[in-house]
């Protein structure tokens, strides 16, 4: 509901950051034939930037609401991703010479297709909010349901998504490709707009919907299973011009209705971003060695009772401990998430230009080796959330811009 703040929110976004992170390190290695590799990189980019987007408006309109929705407040959030968007993009470009051979004096500040695109997303998302300033001067908070003015705003923002759907065919002639990433501004900005109407809602984060959760892991168990036939169709994962899905070897009627995808899409991609907020919220209520060990019906607890394994467990393993810890760690991440997601390539880039996937990029590997690789990204991306998602450096950057 509107002004509602949940934790599992705050874990859920550092979990998505995660994510963003992993996915980067996954991408030069997702057509390389493994099938461990491919299937982890688009079960992550199934619905990690449309969950990660949806989230953004959603705590956009909270922070947009309790600001007064004064035009200053929006001024401010856009300037911030002006800066923003110019300090990565002029930050990125050196290991972008480096690493793939760039060329070029100075970065083209104008045409964007990597990590900076979010950035201009968000400032193109939220500029669009701006006649919301003039729809209501002194209210705090909507959401009520009868009120007309409330209705004003939910049908603008229905609007923008409407719109946002077809602009997806303003590039048929080749005119923007790139141009200032608006492919993918219009392609996630009904991801926005959506996250923004449920904040205005009664919707609550605390009951849990365990239909929507069971749509979401069998939409995901069906995409995984099925991967071979649907790669194709993954294009539309990345937010681009209706064009480029035509081109892919897809059924004739999607090449003439791309938009089509792209609504399907919506529904698929938030399922499983809830089936995933669905198992952390899960997760962190029910500690897993309570679960196991303390459950009267469960053989294996009955087991362990009958061991003495119950106190032992919880003393030499300290699974609570952990568990508590993981969710201060996503938190962290969650609150952190724009600075880790400003630093995190040059990572990435670095790992790549030293050789890092050489032995992955020509040959297929066994099974064991490419688990042992797969662990180590994991750790790798870890390690970069635990460095980059630190309260200093945020401060740093908001003291800076």
């Keep these: 509901m509107a002004g509602e703040r949940v934790e599992e929110l705050d874990r859920y976004k550092g979990f998505l950051i995660f994510l963003v992170v992993l996915g980067h390190f996954l991408l030069p290695v ?30 956009f309109q909270q922070s947009f609401v309790k600001r007064g929705r004064k035009a200053s407040s929006l001024f401010s959030n856009l300037l911030y991703y002006f800066i923003c968007y110019f300090f990565l993009k002029t930050l990125l470009y050196p290991f972008d010479v480096f690493c793939y051979g760039g060329q070029g004096s ?42 007309p003015e409330d209705r004003r705003e939910k049908y603008y923002l229905l609007l923008l998504i409407f719109l946002s759907l077809f602009a997806g065919y303003l590039d048929q002639n080749r005119r923007f490709v790139d141009f200032l990433a608006l492919d993918r501004v219009f392609g996630f900005a009904p991801f926005f707009y959506f996250g923004m109407l449920l904040s205005q809602s009664s919707f609550s984060w605390k009951k849990r919907r365990d239909g929507l959760a069971l749509f979401g892991g069998v939409s995901l168990l069906l995409f995984l299973l099925f ?68 459950r009267k019906s469960s053989i294996v607890g009955a087991l362990g009772r009958k061991l003495g394994l119950t106190g032992a467990w919880e003393d030499q393993f300290r699974l609570s401990e952990v568990l508590e810890n993981l969710k201060r760690k996503l938190s962290l991440w969650g609150k952190y998430s724009l600075v880790i997601y400003l630093f995190h390539r040059p990572f990435r880039d670095l790992f790549l230009k030293m050789g890092g996937y050489s032995y992955f990029l020509h040959y297929e590997r066994a099974l064991p080796v490419q688990i042992l690789f797969f662990l180590f990204l994991l750790g790798f991306s870890v390690a970069v959330c635990v460095l980059l998602g630190r309260k200093s450096l945020y401060q740093l950057c908001r003291k800076q811009w």
């Excluded at 590799?37 to 408006?57: N, T, V």
């Excluded at 919301?132 to 009520?144: A, D, H, S, T």
């Excluded at 892919?248 to 938030?270: K, M, N, T, W």
């Design 227 to 294: 991967f071979p036939g649907l790669k194709n169709y993954t294009r539309i994962f990345y937010g681009v011009w209706y064009r480029r899905v035509s081109k892919e070897e897809i059924f004739p009627f999607f090449q003439s209705f791309p938009i089509l995808l792209r609504i399907f899409y919506i529904p698929f991609a938030l399922g499983i971003s809830y089936f995933f907020y669905w198992i952390l919220s899960f997760l962190g209520k029910y500690p897993l060695h309570k679960k196991i060990l303390g």
């Design 30 to 59: 997702k057509d390389s034939g493994m099938a461990l590799f491919s299937r982890s990189f688009y079960g992550i980019y199934s619905f990690h930037m449309p969950a990660f987007i949806f989230l953004s408006g959603y705590f």
């Design 106 to 147: 100075f970065p083209d500040y104008l045409h964007e297709s990597s990590t900076p695109w979010y950035l201009l997303g968000l400032f193109f998302w939220q500029l669009a909010c701006l006649p919301l300033c003039f729809f209501k001067r002194n209210r705090v908070y909507i959401g009520k349901g009868g009120n």
